[in-house]
C-alpha cells in the first residue's frame, strides 16, 4: 500500500484498503472557512444538532477577513455564534489569516492525519505526509454530524524532482513547469506524490507550494515522505504521536514522471489558465499594473524575505501598485522581526491584513478591467481577481517583486545572484 | 433517479472552472434563487435568462475545476438544470453535484457530437443521451453503486436523514 492508502485504513478502521474503492473514514482534523455558511446550513437540513468532535473542528475566517459587506460580516456573525455554542475552540477569528497556513504555524497538522477543509488548496498538507483533501459544504456538515466521510481511495501519481535548482528558481517555478507539462486536468482524481533529491533542498515553505499547487491539476491530495526537514519544522512545537507511515516497496504508482529541474528557468502562466506556461522570458516586458504577493500558495516568511531582498533599498515603479499579504499573523510578525515589512513599505508596497484578500476577487485590491497583474497565488481564471477581462499572471514571489520594482515583467534572476 | 429528462443543451468547452461557474464576488450569497441569477455569468453572460427546468449542461473535460464552492453547484441545479454531461469532472465538483441530487454523467466525446439548443434525451438508469435534433447519441460512463443511492434518496441530505432516522429506531 502507498503511505497514503495506509492514512485512508487506519481512518476506516481497518488493515487496508484497495485503489478505487470506497471507504468511511473518521477525520481527524475538519476545517470550514467563512465562504460556506452552507455548512451550517446543511448541518441543521440533515438535523444536526450537536457537533460530533468539536475538538477535531477548525473555523476559519479568512476570505472575508475583515468584513466588506453587512452579508459577509452577518456570515461570521453566525459561524462565531455556532462555535460559542458547540464549544469549537479553534475559532481563528479575523486576526489569523488563511487557513493552511494557520494549521502549519500552529502545528495543527501532523504525519498520517486525515485532514479535510472546505477549501480546494487542503492539498497543502502533504507537505506534512497528512492526508489533506477538499470538499464542499455539505460534506463538511456530514463530518460535523457523524465525524466520518466517504472517500475514494485514489491512484498515485509520482513526481520525481532531479537536478540542482539554479538562482532565481523556485518550488513556484518547478511547479509551474510540471503543471504546463502535464495539463490542468491531468491529476483529477488522482494523488501526486513527490520524491527525489530536490526536496532535500526544499524547506517547508516551498513544499507546502508544491502540494498546494497540485490543485491545479486537479490532484485531490498530495504528499511528500515526512523527513528531518518536516521533523524538525514539527518538533519545535510538539512531540509526534503516532508512527509514521511509509510506502511499501513495490507499490505500482498509476504514473511516474521524472522532471530535472537543472537549468530551469523562471516559469509564468498567462492568461487564462493556469497550465498556460512558459519561461518568463517570452513576456518579458510586459507592462503590470498591480503586483499581488501573498495567499496560502505565495505569502509566507520566505517569499517575502525574497521580495525584500529584491526591493531593499529601491522603489517600485510609480505605474504599478504592489499589494503585500502576508498568509497569517505568525507569518506578520516574523516577517515584522526580521525587518522585510519596513523594507517593503519603504519600497511602495501597500500591505493588507493576514487574509485571502484579492486572491478571490473580492476585496481589497481587485482589478479593473484591462488590467494586468502578476500574483503570487495560484489561480489565473477569468475574473478570479476582479474583472473578467483583466489578465492575470501566475509566477513565483521573486518574479512579483520583480515586476513590481520594474512596473513590467522582468527576470528575477538579475536581482539574485 | 429513474426515467428519462428532456431538455435543451447548453454547450461549453474544456476546463470551465467554478469562478466561471458562480464568481467568487457573490460568494457571500446563501439563498438559492439569488445564487441562480449569476449562474454561468463569467462564461454566459446570457445563461440565466435563457435557461429553463430541464435544460442540460453539456461541457468538454475538467468542468468544475477550481474552488471548493458549492454554489457552482447550487446555482446551476437553483436554476434548473437537470443533468450535466461533460467528457469528465472535477472531483469536488462532482462530490458537491452529487451531494444536491444533480446528476453529472461522464459522456466520452459528447462535446463534439452535440451543439447549443440541441434537444437532448437521457435516460438516468441506462446512461443512454440521444441527441434528438442530430440523431446522435451516446453512453454515460456508469455511476457508482454508492453515487446512485446518493441520487436514488434525492441527495445526500435526505439520504443522512433517513439513515440517521434509521438509526435512531434501532
Ligand atoms: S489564499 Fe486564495 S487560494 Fe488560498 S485559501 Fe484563500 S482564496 Fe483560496
Known sequence: ?417 | MNGIIKGRAFVYGANIDTDQIYPGGYLDLTDPELVARHAMERVDPDFAKEVKPGDMIVAGANFGCGSSREHAAVTLKASGIAAVLAESFARIFYRNAINLGLPLLVCPGIAKLVKRGDMLSVDLTEGKVIDQTTGASVTAQPLSAYVMAILGNGGVKPMIRKQRGLLEEE
Not at chain 1, 57 to 74: E, G, N, R
Not at chain 1, 314 to 343: C, D, H, W
Request: some cysteine.
Open chain 1, 1 to 417: 500500500m502507498h503511505a497514503l492508502e495506509k492514512i485512508l485504513a487506519r481512518a476506516a478502521g481497518r488493515e487496508e484498503v484497495i485503489t478505487g474503492e470506497i471507504v468511511n473514514c473518521a477525520v481527524d482534523l475538519a476545517g470550514i472557512n467563512d465562504l460556506y455558511l452552507q455548512t451550517l446550513r446543511s448541518f441543521a437540513e440533515m438535523g444536526g444538532r450537536k457537533v460530533h468532535d468539536p475538538q477535531k473542528v477548525v473555523m476559519f475566517l479568512d476570505h472575508f477577513a475583515p468584513a466588506s459587506t453587512i452579508t459577509q460580516a452577518d456570515n461570521q456573525k453566525q459561524f462565531r455564534e455556532f462555535c460559542w455554542e458547540q464549544g469549537i475552540d479553534l475559532l481563528m477569528d479575523i486576526n489569523e489569516g488563511v487557513c493552511h497556513q494557520i494549521l502549519a504555524d500552529k502545528r495543527l497538522v501532523r504525519p498520517g492525519m486525515l485532514v479535510v477543509v472546505t477549501d480546494s488548496h487542503t492539498t497543502t498538507h502533504g507537505a506534512f505526509g497528512a492526508f489533506g483533501t477538499g470538499v464542499g459544504a455539505t460534506d463538511l456538515a456530514i463530518i460535523l454530524i457523524t465525524g466520518q466521510l466517504w472517500f475514494r481511495v485514489p491512484e498515485v501519481i509520482r513526481i520525481h524532482l532531479e537536478g540542482t535548482i539554479g538562482k532565481g528558481v523556485f518550488a513556484k517555478d518547478i511547479i509551474l513547469k510540471v503543471i504546463g507539462t502535464l495539463g490542468a486536468d491531468y491529476g483529477v482524481y488522482r494523488a501526486v506524490e513527490f520524491t527525489g533529491p530536490v526536496l532535500d533542498r526544499l524547506g517547508v515553505s516551498e513544499r507546502m507550494t508544491l502540494c498546494n499547487m497540485t490543485t491545479e491539476m486537479g490532484a485531490k491530495t498530495a504528499y511528500i515522505q515526512p523527513d528531518p526537514v518536516t521533523f524538525e519544522f514539527l518538533e519545535d512545537k510538539l512531540e509526534l504521536d503516532s508512527p509514521v507511515l511509509t510506502t511499501d516497496p513495490g507499490y505500482r504508482y498509476a504514473a511516474v514522471h521524472t522532471f530535472d529541474v537543472t537549468g530551469l528557468k523562471p516559469q509564468v502562466a498567462a492568461p487564462h489558465s493556469v497550465d498556460n506556461v512558459s519561461d518568463i522570458a517570452e513576456y518579458l516586458g510586459r507592462p503590470i499594473n498591480q503586483a499581488f504577493l501573498g495567499t496560502c500558495t505565495g505569502g509566507r516568511v520566505e517569499d517575502l524575505a525574497v521580495a525584500a531582498r529584491i526591493l531593499k533599498g529601491r522603489r517600485i515603479n510609480p505605474r504599478t501598485r504592489f499589494v503585500v499579504v502576508p498568509a497569517s499573523k505568525g507569518v506578520f510578525l516574523e516577517a515584522m522581526a526580521k525587518g522585510y515589512i519596513q523594507t517593503l513599505v519603504e519600497a511602495g508596497a501597500t500591505f493588507v491584513t493576514p487574509s485571502c484578500a484579492a486572491c478571490l476577487g473580492t476585496h481589497q485590491g481587485i482589478l479593473a478591467p484591462g488590467e494586468t497583474c502578476i500574483t503570487a497565488s495560484s489561480r489565473n481564471f477569468p475574473g478570479r481577481m476582479g474583472h473578467a477581462e483583466a489578465e492575470i499572471f501566475v509566477a513565483s514571489p521573486a518574479s512579483v517583486a520583480a515586476a513590481a520594482l520594474e512596473g513590467k515583467i522582468a527576470d528575477p534572476v538579475q536581482y539574485l545572484v
